[in-house]
Nanobody, 124 residues
Framework: VQLQASGGGLVQAGESLTLSCAAS????????TGWFRQAPGKEREFVSA????????YYADSVKGRFTISRDDADNMVYLQMNSLKPEGTAVYYC??????????????????WGQGTLVTVSS
Protein backbone atom coordinates (compact mmCIF):
# COMPACT_ATOMS: atom_id res chain seq x y z
CA VAL A 1 0.00 0.00 0.00
CA GLN A 2 1.28 3.44 -0.93
CA LEU A 3 -0.17 6.60 0.55
CA GLN A 4 0.24 10.13 -0.75
CA ALA A 5 -0.86 13.03 1.43
CA SER A 6 -1.33 16.46 -0.10
CA GLY A 7 -3.08 19.77 0.38
CA GLY A 8 -0.96 21.36 3.07
CA GLY A 9 -0.02 24.99 2.98
CA LEU A 10 0.16 28.28 4.83
CA VAL A 11 -3.11 29.69 6.16
CA GLN A 12 -4.15 32.24 8.73
CA ALA A 13 -5.86 31.34 11.97
CA GLY A 14 -9.56 30.83 11.42
CA GLU A 15 -9.20 29.73 7.82
CA SER A 16 -9.86 26.32 6.31
CA LEU A 17 -7.83 23.73 4.48
CA THR A 18 -8.60 20.31 3.05
CA LEU A 19 -6.01 17.57 3.05
CA SER A 20 -6.18 14.63 0.67
CA CYS A 21 -4.83 11.12 1.01
CA ALA A 22 -4.51 8.99 -2.10
CA ALA A 23 -4.10 5.26 -1.58
CA SER A 24 -2.76 2.85 -4.16
CA UNK A 25 -1.47 -0.66 -4.41
CA UNK A 26 -2.68 -4.04 -3.34
CA UNK A 27 -5.28 -3.95 -0.55
CA UNK A 28 -5.26 -0.15 -0.60
CA UNK A 29 -9.05 -0.03 -0.63
CA UNK A 30 -9.29 -2.14 2.48
CA UNK A 31 -9.21 -1.24 6.14
CA UNK A 32 -9.64 2.14 7.72
CA THR A 33 -7.61 5.30 7.26
CA GLY A 34 -6.29 7.68 9.85
CA TRP A 35 -4.76 11.13 10.01
CA PHE A 36 -2.00 11.98 12.46
CA ARG A 37 0.08 15.09 12.94
CA GLN A 38 3.44 15.99 14.36
CA ALA A 39 4.10 19.52 15.51
CA PRO A 40 7.66 20.84 15.81
CA GLY A 41 9.36 19.39 18.84
CA LYS A 42 6.40 17.18 19.72
CA GLU A 43 5.43 13.57 19.28
CA ARG A 44 3.08 12.48 16.56
CA GLU A 45 -0.56 12.46 17.67
CA PHE A 46 -3.86 11.11 16.46
CA VAL A 47 -6.15 13.55 14.66
CA SER A 48 -8.95 11.62 12.98
CA ALA A 49 -9.82 8.27 11.42
CA UNK A 50 -12.55 6.58 9.47
CA UNK A 51 -13.41 2.91 9.22
CA UNK A 52 -13.33 1.06 5.92
CA UNK A 53 -17.11 1.29 5.60
CA UNK A 54 -17.14 4.97 6.46
CA UNK A 55 -19.84 4.29 9.05
CA UNK A 56 -17.64 5.32 11.96
CA UNK A 57 -15.35 8.30 12.34
CA TYR A 58 -13.14 9.29 15.22
CA TYR A 59 -11.65 12.62 16.22
CA ALA A 60 -9.19 13.90 18.77
CA ASP A 61 -10.86 16.16 21.29
CA SER A 62 -8.74 19.06 20.09
CA VAL A 63 -10.30 18.97 16.61
CA LYS A 64 -13.87 17.81 17.29
CA GLY A 65 -16.41 20.10 15.72
CA ARG A 66 -13.81 21.70 13.43
CA PHE A 67 -12.38 18.82 11.38
CA THR A 68 -14.32 16.38 9.23
CA ILE A 69 -12.98 13.19 7.70
CA SER A 70 -14.56 11.76 4.58
CA ARG A 71 -13.80 9.18 1.93
CA ASP A 72 -14.37 8.74 -1.78
CA ASP A 73 -14.27 5.04 -2.44
CA ALA A 74 -14.53 5.46 -6.20
CA ASP A 75 -11.18 7.25 -6.25
CA ASN A 76 -9.70 5.55 -3.19
CA MET A 77 -9.28 8.91 -1.48
CA VAL A 78 -9.70 10.10 2.09
CA TYR A 79 -10.06 13.78 2.92
CA LEU A 80 -9.63 15.84 6.07
CA GLN A 81 -11.57 19.08 5.99
CA MET A 82 -10.06 21.41 8.58
CA ASN A 83 -12.04 24.48 9.57
CA SER A 84 -11.29 27.23 12.07
CA LEU A 85 -7.64 26.35 12.08
CA LYS A 86 -5.57 27.42 15.06
CA PRO A 87 -1.82 28.17 15.28
CA GLU A 88 -1.38 25.03 17.39
CA GLY A 89 -2.53 23.09 14.36
CA THR A 90 0.81 23.80 12.70
CA ALA A 91 2.29 20.39 12.01
CA VAL A 92 3.16 17.82 9.43
CA TYR A 93 0.02 15.81 8.76
CA TYR A 94 0.27 12.14 7.84
CA CYS A 95 -2.29 9.72 6.55
CA UNK A 96 -1.92 6.08 7.45
CA UNK A 97 -3.57 2.71 7.12
CA UNK A 98 -3.53 -0.41 9.27
CA UNK A 99 -3.52 -3.84 7.67
CA UNK A 100 -6.45 -5.32 9.54
CA UNK A 101 -10.08 -4.63 10.24
CA UNK A 102 -11.39 -3.91 13.68
CA UNK A 103 -8.29 -2.28 15.13
CA UNK A 104 -8.40 0.75 17.37
CA UNK A 105 -7.86 3.44 14.74
CA UNK A 106 -6.80 6.00 17.35
CA UNK A 107 -3.67 3.99 18.18
CA UNK A 108 -0.67 4.99 16.10
CA UNK A 109 1.21 1.75 16.75
CA UNK A 110 -1.51 -0.26 14.98
CA UNK A 111 -0.88 1.41 11.62
CA UNK A 112 1.36 -0.28 9.09
CA UNK A 113 1.45 2.12 6.14
CA TRP A 114 2.26 5.82 6.23
CA GLY A 115 2.29 8.62 3.69
CA GLN A 116 5.12 11.09 3.48
CA GLY A 117 3.29 13.91 5.25
CA THR A 118 2.13 17.33 4.21
CA LEU A 119 2.99 20.51 6.10
CA VAL A 120 0.26 22.74 7.46
CA THR A 121 1.31 26.10 8.85
CA VAL A 122 -1.24 28.24 10.64
CA SER A 123 -0.20 31.81 11.28
CA SER A 124 -1.71 33.90 14.07
Amino acid sequence: VQLQASGGGLVQAGESLTLSCAASGRDSSKYGTGWFRQAPGKEREFVSATTWSGRNSYYADSVKGRFTISRDDADNMVYLQMNSLKPEGTAVYYCAKPEAYGVDLTQENLYSYWGQGTLVTVSS
